[in-house]
Every structure is written in C-alpha cells, then in structure tokens.
Antibody, heavy 125, light 108 residues
Framework: QVQLVESGGGVVQPGTSLRLSCAASGFTFSSSGMHWVRQAPGKGLEWVAVISYDGYNKYYADSVKGRFTISRDNSKNTLYIQMNSLRAEDTAVYFC??????????????????WGQGTQVTVSS | SSELTQDPAVSVALGQTVRITCQGDSLRIFFASWYQQKPGQAPVLVIYGKNNRPSGIPDRFSGSNSGDTSSLTITGAQAEDEADYYCNSRDSSGNLWVFGTGTSVTVL
C-alpha cells in the first residue's frame, strides 16, 4: 500500500536551517506530484509547497517563499524540503502528501492523498 | 492569494444531518476536496473530485458544489464523525493550493 514516512524534524534555533525528508513507497513516485503541508500547534492546515513529478515545477506559499526549497530524488523515492532562516512561526507538524487527480467531463480534479504521519519542527531559542 | 472560508464550529445531534461549507473565489474554477482530522492524527481524505469517496469512507459523507461554495454533508452523523474538517483546493492561478480555515464538528 502507499506509504509516506517523514523524518528530519527536531528543535532548532531561530535563523538556522533544517531539511525534512519524506520516504515514499507503494506507488510510482516518479509519476506523482508531491506536497508539503504544515500545522502549527492548535491551528489549521497550511499548504506549504508542491513539486511536479519531474521536479521542474515548484510552487510555494507566500509565508515560506524565498526561505524554503522543495526538491525530490526520484531515484531514491524521496521528497525533501530545505528550510532556511527558520522562525518561531515555522513551528509545526510537517506532513508530506501525494497528489492525485483525474480529468472528466471537461474538467480536471486534483487532491492530496495519502498523507504521512508528520514530523514535528520546533523553532525556539 | 485565495482564501477558503469555513465556519469555525458546528454541532449535530447523533443521527442527524450536518452541512459544512467552504467559500472562496477559486471554487468557481476548481472543485474542493475534503479532509477529516482527529486529534493527533494526519488528515484523511473523505471527498474528492466531483463527489467521490475513497474506499473505506462511509456513504453518509457526500459533497456538492455551487458557484463559489463547496459543501460537505454528513447524513446520519455518528459519534466517530466528531473531528475537524478542512476543504482544500487550488487558488485561481491553479499553481498554489490553499486549505480552508477548518470546521470543528461536535456530535451531541
């Protein structure tokens, strides 16, 4: 079955960097767009970034643009996010998720599923 | 950037019907998907596409769309449906994604 496992979270000081990984299995990783989504303590879900199946197209939420970089290694079935200049407000559980979709009736539909279990990132001095 | 607005909280009596709405300009272009999240757990997809349920999601969950609003309906709510629910879609550019503000559902 499809499985996504995040790793790399931890406690870091403001201004420092951290790289998260998401190991994928059970599907053709190189054919799927992939997302990072985060959830701050007691808050809602916040979309962070997406990368196309081939790694060429990348888009970011305004809150992380210029500080975070999403990437992937299709030979290793692994998704990454490099987080630089971390701030206290980046404290959250970070989830990776697989994008799916289909087209029909003249429209195309996209969603993210499944999700990994998440990895905690805490930015604190 | 686009926003998707949901009511913060709703309650429903056991066995009754509840509708959760998600409003945003981008929903005139893109259909929303819906996610259920229970405390300490990752979100779970409950509705995708026009009105599709993943395997294992009970048929009491259904989705609909009209204009700038997407809705998730739980018909005959059960105690285990108590959770936070989020809509999700792309923004009007089609490149960025956005989640709704979330709705906490309480089953009385």
């Amino acid at each position: 079955q499809v499985q996504l496992v995040e790793s790399g979270g931890g406690v870091v000081q403001p201004g420092t960097s951290l790289r998260l990984s998401c190991a994928a299995s059970g599907f053709t990783f190189s054919s799927s767009g992939m997302h990072w989504v985060r959830q701050a303590p007691g808050k809602g879900l916040e979309w962070v970034a997406v990368i196309s199946y081939d790694g060429y197209n990348k888009y970011y939420a305004d809150s992380v643009k210029g500080r975070f970089t999403i990437s992937r290694d299709n030979s290793k079935n692994t998704l990454y996010i490099q987080m630089n200049s971390l701030r206290a407000e980046d404290t959250a559980v970070y989830f990776c998720a697989k994008e799916s979709g289909y087209c029909g009736g003249g429209r195309c539909y996209r969603w993210v599923d499944p999700w990994g279990q998440g990895t905690q990132v805490t930015v604190s001095s | 950037s686009s926003e998707l607005t949901q009511d913060p909280a709703v309650s429903v009596a056991l066995g009754q019907t509840v509708r959760i709405t998600c409003q945003g300009d981008s929903l005139r272009i893109f259909f929303a998907s819906w996610y259920q999240q229970k405390p300490g757990q990752a979100p779970v997809l409950v509705i995708y596409g026009k009105n599709n349920r993943p395997s294992g999601i009970p048929d009491r969950f259904s989705g609909s769309n009209s204009g700038d609003t997407s809705s998730l309906t739980i018909t005959g709510a059960q105690a285990e449906d108590e959770a936070d629910y989020y809509c999700n879609s792309r923004d009007s550019s089609g490149n960025l994604w956005v989640f709704g503000t979330g709705t906490s559902v309480t089953v009385l």
